[in-house]
């Protein structure tokens, strides 16, 4: 894609994110890697619902300006992305309401109860808290980025990263959709959780079907560890409970053998 078209697209992008309530004021930001280390970003401090072509920022994979807009200082979150993954082109940052409500409630969406998002996006894992720009949030961010495509930032919001700008925003509009009906089922007293079997069957038809690769088999979901589909990507794996002093998520059940196991301890 050549950079007036990229230019075109990330307006578009930019208005539908607005449209769909995933950004209100000069909330969140998009990028396009248009070359080896020249990335294209929206503007800072400007709504994404009325942005124009000419309007975008410049910058190389260290950050340095390349042209005279200003681009946002979450643009470092972006930059983390492209240099950690080669086949990532365009990143999508976002406060969507219903998964920012997971971010803000220190919650991941790592729940196996939707077979289309164990197909095509797998886990969101919860990052631990960051002030926004600062090295904090990219060093929180960092252990999560090599095996999963979003990621919910604690009291923050969420970033989404596809191969092209499409599949960046598709991954964040599936992100906010399954976390709206995780909160719907809830209210209707829970959803019912795929079983082991099912899972597997999945995980091997999205690898098949190339919607994703081996490397999200390492991704921080409780329920992988219940499979028998095990991480082969060695000393690579972050999917152990609490391996990087991430919050982790526990079945009423699971807390319960835990508990059990520390009063016994004693
Ligand atoms: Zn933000």
């Known amino acids: ?17 607005y ?12 990028s396009y890697r248009l070359g080896e280390n020249l990335i294209l970003a929206t503007p800072t401090q400007v709504s994404k619902g ?9 910058t190389d994979l260290d950050g340095n300006a390349l042209n005279d807009k200003r681009m946002s200082s979450e643009i470092k979150m972006h930059l983390l992305i492209y240099n950690m993954r ?20 220190g919650l991941a969406i790592d729940a196996p109860i939707l077979s289309e998002v164990i197909l095509t996006l797998g886990c969101v894992p919860l990052t631990a808290y960051g002030t926004p720009s ?41 992100l906010e959709h399954t976390a709206k009906i995780a ?5 209707l007293g ?16 999205r690898e098949k079907a190339g919607y994703l ?27 152990k409970p609490n391996s990087n002093g991430a919050k982790i998520s526990l079945s009423r059940e699971e807390l319960i053998e835990l508990l059990a196991q520390a009063a016994n301890v004693g």
């Open 19 to 30: 449209d769909k309530g995933y950004v209100t004021s000069s909330d969140g930001n998009i």
């Open 1 to 17: 894609m050549d950079e007036n078209e990229a230019r075109k697209l990330i307006v578009e992008i930019g208005k539908l994110m």
């Open 183 to 187: 909160i719907l089922a809830k209210t």
């Open 50 to 58: 009325r942005m124009s072509e000419d309007m975008m920022a410049l």
């Open 134 to 174: 600062t090295p904090e949030l990219t060093d929180a961010l960092k252990p999560y980025v090599e095996h999963h495509n979003a990621l919910l930032m604690e009291n923050h919001g969420v970033v989404a990263y596809g191969k092209d700008l499409w599949q960046a925003f598709d991954r964040l509009e599936t």
């Open 213 to 239: 690769t081996e490397a999200a088999r390492c991704q921080a979901c409780g329920y992988l560890e219940h499979s028998d589909i095990k991480c082969e990507l060695d000393g690579k794996s972050i999917n």
């Open 190 to 205: 829970g959803a019912n959780n795929l079983p082991k079997d099912a899972i597997e069957k999945l995980i091997n038809i």
């Open 86 to 105: 080669p086949d990532i082109n365009a990143v999508c940052h976002a406060h969507v309401p219903h998964g920012t409500a997971f971010a803000a409630a």
